[in-house]
């Protein structure tokens, strides 16, 4: 999904959910995690910083941070 298709939620007056943070972190692989982790970033930006969805958006990046250094290979360190 390009980032247009995905971030148009930023521009509709949509209230950002977990779900629509889960839908875009899902299946993401280490070569995508960087991508996603900025529109992530971008998505929660505005909420407030106690806003359960800006909470789990930033676990979520962090999450992917990690994902984005692990280079797939069995038993190899991050």
Known sequence: MSETEHIGVLD???QITPEDIRELTGAVT????QQ???RVGRLIA???PTDPTRLYGEREMARLED???HSGQP???H
């Open 36 to 38: 996603v982790r900025v």
């Open 30 to 33: 280490p070569h995508f995690a």
């Open 75 to 77: 038993g190899s360190a």
């Open 67 to 69: 994902l984005a250094h």
């Open 12 to 14: 509709s007056g949509q």
């Open 46 to 48: 505005d909420l407030d």
